[in-house]
């Protein structure tokens, strides 16, 4: 197989549609329960970006977690992978297919937008449940990955335990 390389950021690459594939198999290892959408309707860097992301994804877990026990959960209680795109006018914005426990729905529902929107006013979010069927989890991984198979997407992509652990921070994602 050929493997086209490229500087391109938009161009589909064959090894895109690899990664693409992967992607999708890897997501499809998570039940999420939420599909989030938050913009910025503003131009940013990609590591301001995700700073703000940091804010509101540090906010949300001690808001939503602050009377809660590790010990409760058997795994990580707020889940997400983030993927950044980009707006025709290059404003930011990121898709989270995310997972919470059933218990903490209704609140994340009521503060997510709220606190999205005290960190980026301009911004707007979109927090929409998923239906636990084959069909709407299939519809996730597609929309998620839309622009893996483009050169260098696969190279953005981030999860919220990455965006908190100290130990997977590059310098820029320092938070202030």
């Not at 161009?11 to 910025?40: I, P």
């Not at 010990?71 to 914005?93: S, V």
Request: proline content about 5%; hydrophobic content about 40%.
């Amino acid at each position: 197989m050929h493997i086209e390389h490229t500087t391109e950021h938009n161009r589909v690459t064959y090894k895109g549609e690899a990664l693409k594939d992967g992607m999708r198999e890897l997501l499809s290892q998570f039940t999420f329960t939420h599909w989030v959408t938050l913009n910025f309707h503003q131009v940013l860097t990609q590591a301001a970006a995700k700073r703000r992301l940091k804010r509101w994804t540090m906010n949300v877990q001690d808001r939503l977690f602050r009377n809660a026990s590790a010990a409760a959960f058997e795994e990580n209680p707020f889940f997400y992978f983030a993927f950044p795109e980009d707006t025709k006018k290059l404003q930011p914005h990121f898709h989270l297919p995310l997972r919470i426990p059933t218990a903490y729905f209704d609140y994340f529902e009521r503060v997510a937008e709220r606190m999205w929107l005290k960190i980026v006013p301009s911004g707007t979010a979109d927090v929409q449940r998923i239906v636990q069927s084959d069909l709407d989890h299939l519809k996730v991984r597609i929309y998620a990955t839309k622009q893996f198979n483009r050169a260098c997407s696969h190279n953005e992509f981030f999860t919220s335990t990455m965006l908190v652990d100290p130990a997977c921070q590059p310098a820029d994602m320092e938070f202030h």
